[in-house]
């Protein structure tokens, strides 16, 4: 099994995912929505939205797959975050990187893994967005742009997260609340 490596900006990398205040908070319907449609596109079991911490992936979204997080060192989305597009293995058995990974050997017996980088401004990748299914499979063209443009779909929502979350603490600061009355 190969291990993800690091990213060149993980530091960076890890301080915007923290920023984000997403990491061990409830599931939301916002991005439930997204892996119920991602594996309604690719005709998938699961799908999931993986957020890669420094030792860890944890799902804000997931359909199809009953735990919260896993290891780091056994994921495949701490792979995918290191591509520009797609990061997409037809079958698990067949490339040596994954063969013998607890997540193919055992439960959820992953064989095939398609993911797509989930990047925040700074052009950091925070997570993926990903579809498995428990055979192997190929993805066309088309297949891959879809999962690709729901990435690209998800990525605003991240972003309209955090242009909310802002504009609800400025409402709460009282001298900017006092400079805008003065304006």
Known sequence: MLAPALPDNETARLEALRNLGLLDTQNE???????RIA????????ATISLIDANRQWFKGACGLDVAETPRRVSFCGHAILEQGVFYIPDTH????????????????????????????????????CVIDRRPRQLDA?????????????????????????????????????????S
């Open 29 to 35: 319907e916002r991005y439930s929505r997204y892996t």
């Open 39 to 46: 594996k309604m596109l690719i005709d998938v079991p699961i």
């Open 94 to 129: 067949a490339d040596p990187r994954f063969a013998d990974n607890p997540l193919v050997t055992s439960a959820p017996h992953i064989r095939f893994y398609a993911g797509c980088p989930i990047y925040v401004p700074g052009n950091l990748a925070v997570g993926t967005l």
């Open 142 to 182: 088309e297949q891959l742009l879809r999962l690709r443009d729901l990435a690209d779909c998800l990525q605003r929502e991240l972003s309209l997260h955090v242009l909310l979350r802002d504009i609800e603490r400025f409402k709460g600061n009282p001298a900017l609340n006092a400079l805008l009355e003065d």
